[in-house]
């Protein structure tokens, strides 16, 4: 299969052919190989023109290759899997130089024809040396005819294949036109039998069949279809046969010989991801008893495959119970691919060309070697295309590759999130975008960008995962159409690389302020509640909230007595109160939560709870003349302080006692009473000069009548005002009790430094 030669002969052609003048050859445009037995030329689709034309000379005679003609003389025209035009001689075609058997020469002339009349005409030597020695009996299954060539036997050393007919049946002399060709046919509906038909090989040459003799061997050949050929349903293949005998006369001695010819004329089919090719292996007419393989080698694009190589690129021969089962993955290397989208759908069509040779040995026959062409095309099979994930966590990106395309799809542009990505401005950001080449001649494309790209969606799953998921689409480009087949990719990943928000609070002089710190998830998938309340805008301008945004946290002062803020206690160290602040998940429900207590230093302070106690602190300081907290009680002398300080004297005490008056008010109970200043008794004094309290601090507390008390905060006034308390009420926040009421703040501003 090497190349031999070709030689330009247009300098030697000039003076016999002066209507073709010679063009000289632009460079790879002519590929020419010598194979088993055939010639082979491809012509670079590149070069041909609109109209072009094959023609072959020997001596004065020229002729177009093509049609009936082509095929009765060995010729076969076409186009490969490549799209080049490629034409096939066989080394026994008509006008070929035959040299002792050994060597062949054909001149081929490509024609190329242009729309201004105008031709160019490229003439070809082929040459090619005997390489193969030829076997006593060759077939050939060309595309369009069917060859076989045998030995010429001389009758002495000849016993198998050829018989011995004694008497001549008919007169016949040496010379082919005298020669015989027996027929064999079918009879129509009589099963299994045959008849015999003979004819003269002038007669045999007007029904089509070429017959002719060289040196050493004799040779039949026939376009498919001929007359007197019939049709066999061999298992899974229609096979075409001629079944034939030549009789000849050789040194006065008349012999004949069987030139049957048998080939499966069945295209190849998908099976699975591959293409079968599915034909007898032992063919009717053309196998005898005692049939031993001698051989089987496969090749496609007019190479032979080594087993190494077709191992490598998947492709099987297997006998099934007598079929031979030859598989090609579906766009494997040796044919092409070729892509189209349908409905939306990515398909291929796969073109290879396949020859198979068979060499064996019978009892008729020392070797047989029969040789196969096929151009198989298996058209617009869907095709999946694998979105392979790639993507190793602890790389901080995602990796996602798609294969495989053929070269003839290239990538026009990425789609992410909806958004097209920008070459450009992507790089930046650390996406990557690559074409790969696959030993199979194949492509995939891979994507690769970073988890905290602004295109990757992220989720928070609770339990500190995060899922990032990349959505994007891949839009190809097929060429040469300018197809456009978008494929959609998702990968995503779970990540436990979550800092989840942390709350804390401090205490400032105005109140209390909670700090919310936004860790490293979408703070808008938190909703943060204050006191249980959620806060909004409503809320911020309700209670008076201050809002501040920084960078990595979201602080919220909360005026004391706001809404949101709850008293736990009043004691000697002040209002104990705090602010209870929460963070929940939107979507998992998790939840932060922070207490913050703060104390504020009162000086007086009435405090009315819902359980229907009532709590004061007053301060004597400044009465004149002095009062000694510690000489402080409630209307019931009995209730004495709590505790005491130099000044400040604090009671706590049940509506129900200490002598507290209640008065009845439409739907409300008014509650009251009184600090005042009552000195033990003297021993000397009796007690009824004991002097009316010169000190009195009014206390006083409503609560509904029915239903449930609620919270309320008041400042005691001195010096003592009569009663009606409270001095001031507003709307009840009505879902919390234990809050504190909403307060105005001019009013209930803390004194300074207390
Ligand atoms: C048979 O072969 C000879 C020489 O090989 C050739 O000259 C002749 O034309 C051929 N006959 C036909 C019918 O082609
Ligand atoms: C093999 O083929 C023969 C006839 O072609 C058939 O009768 C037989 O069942 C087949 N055997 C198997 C295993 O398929
Ligand atoms: C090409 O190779 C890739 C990777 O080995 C494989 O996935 C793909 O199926 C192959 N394609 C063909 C047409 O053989
Ligand atoms: C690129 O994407 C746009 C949509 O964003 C699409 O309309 C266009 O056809 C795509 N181009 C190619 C070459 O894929
Ligand atoms: C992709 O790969 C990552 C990392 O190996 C893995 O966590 C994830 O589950 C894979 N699958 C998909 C569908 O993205
Ligand atoms: C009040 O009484 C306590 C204990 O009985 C005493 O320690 C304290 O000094 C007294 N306070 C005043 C202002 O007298
Ligand atoms: C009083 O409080 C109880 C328990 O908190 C509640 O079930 C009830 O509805 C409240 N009644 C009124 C009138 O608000």
Aim: hydrophobic share 40%; proline share 7%.
């Amino acid at each position: 299969m090497v190349m031999y030669y070709v030689t330009w002969l247009w300098f030697i052609l000039f003076g016999l052919c002066p209507s073709s003048v010679p063009d000289s050859i632009p460079i790879g445009m002519f590929r020419t190989e010598c194979h088993d037995r055939h010639f082979w030329l491809s012509i670079s689709s590149n070069v041909l023109g609109n109209k072009f034309r094959v023609d072959v000379q020997g001596g004065s005679e020229v002729h177009e290759v093509s049609g009936q003609w082509a095929a009765e003389c060995g010729y076969t025209i076409g186009f490969d899997s490549w799209g080049d035009l490629l034409l096939r001689v066989s080394y026994l075609a008509c006008l070929v130089d035959n040299q002792r058997e050994t060597e062949f020469r054909v001149l081929v002339w490509f024609v190329n024809q242009y729309s201004n009349e105008e031709e160019k005409s490229y003439p070809l030597l082929l040459a090619c040396p005997l390489q193969v020695p030829w076997g006593p009996r060759e077939l050939v299954c060309e595309e369009n005819y069917m060859e076989v060539s045998v030995l010429k036997q001389s009758p002495p050393d000849n016993h198998i294949g050829v018989e011995w007919v004694t008497p001549a049946p008919v007169e016949l002399d040496e010379g082919l036109r005298e020669w015989r060709v027996v027929f064999r046919i079918p009879v129509l509906h009589q099963e299994g039998g045959m008849r015999e038909e003979t004819v003269p090989v002038r007669m045999a040459h007007l029904l089509g069949y070429y017959i002719n003799t060289t040196d050493t061997r004799i040779l039949l050949r026939c376009p498919y279809g001929s007359k007197l050929a019939y049709m066999l349903q061999w298992g899974v293949a229609g096979v075409e046969v001629v079944s034939a005998t030549i009789m000849y006369k050789l040194k006065w001695t008349l012999l004949t010989v069987d030139m049957s010819m048998a080939c499966t004329m069945n295209q190849a089919q998908m099976d699975g991801s591959d293409v079968l090719w599915s034909l007898p292996r032992n063919l009717p007419a053309l196998f005898h008893p005692s049939f031993i393989e001698r051989g089987l080698k496969l090749g496609v694009g007019g190479r032979y495959l080594s087993e190494c190589v077709a191992h490598q690129r998947g492709y099987q021969i297997q006998d099934n119970n007598g079929t031979l089962e030859i598989r090609i993955p579906f766009g494997a290397e040796g044919g092409t691919v070729k892509s189209h989208v349908i409905d939306g759908r990515y398909s291929q069509s796969y073109f290879v060309d396949v020859f198979l040779l068979r060499e064996w040995k019978d009892a008729a026959w020392s070797l047989t070697r029969q040789q196969i062409f096929r151009a198989f095309s298996i058209r617009h099979v869907p095709r999946p295309i694998t979105v392979i994930n790639l993507t190793v966590p602890s790389l901080g990106e995602f990796s996602v590759s798609l294969c495989c395309f053929p070269p003839d799809v290239s990538l026009g542009n990425v789609t992410v999130a909806g958004q097209p990505v920008v070459w450009d401005e992507m790089e930046r950001d650390g996406v990557s975008l690559s074409q790969n080449p696959l030993p199979n001649n194949t492509y995939s494309y891979l994507l690769r960008i970073p988890f905290s790209h602004p295109l990757v969606s992220q989720k928070y799953l609770g339990d500190w995962l995060r899922r990032y998921t990349l959505s994007g689409v891949f839009s190809f480009i097929l060429t040469p159409d300018g197809e456009i087949y978008d494929h959609p990719a998702t990968v995503e990943v779970d990540l436990q690389d979550v800092v989840l928000p942390k709350l804390e609070g401090e205490c400032t002089v105005w109140g209390v302020r909670v700090l919310a710190y936004y860790g490293n998830i979408d703070s808008s998938e938190w909703s943060l509640y204050v006191g249980g309340m959620r806060l909004d805008w409503d809320l911020v301008e309700l209670g008076g909230f201050s809002l501040d945004a920084q960078e990595h946290f979201l602080s919220v002062e909360v005026p004391l007595y706001a809404h949101g803020m709850a008293f736990e206690g009043l004691g000697m160290q002040g209002l104990l109160v705090s602010v209870f602040v929460n963070l929940v998940h939107l979507e998992t429900a998790e939840e932060q939560t922070h207490v913050q207590r703060c104390v504020f230093p009162v000086r007086e302070l009435l405090v009315c709870l819902p359980d229907g106690r009532m709590v004061v602190m007053v301060d004597t300081a400044g009465i004149s003349p002095p009062v000694n907290p510690n000489h402080t009680a409630l209307l019931d002398p009995a209730c004495r302080p709590l505790e005491t300080d130099h000044s400040r004297a604090l009671f706590s005490f049940h509506i129900d006692s200490c002598g507290t008056i209640a008065t009845y008010d439409g739907d409300q109970v008014i509650y009251r009473n009184e600090v005042r200043n009552m000195p033990p008794f003297l021993p000397h004094l009796r007690p009824l000069s004991q002097p009316q309290p010169h000190y009195r601090v009014p206390l006083g507390c409503v609560h509904p009548a029915n239903g449930n008390r609620s919270l309320s905060i008041y400042l005691p006034s001195y010096p003592p005002t009569p009663l009606p308390l409270p001095l001031k009420r507003t709307h009840k926040t009505a879902s919390h009790t234990g809050h504190l009421e909403d307060r105005d703040q001019k009013i209930y501003s803390l004194p300074a430094g207390g």
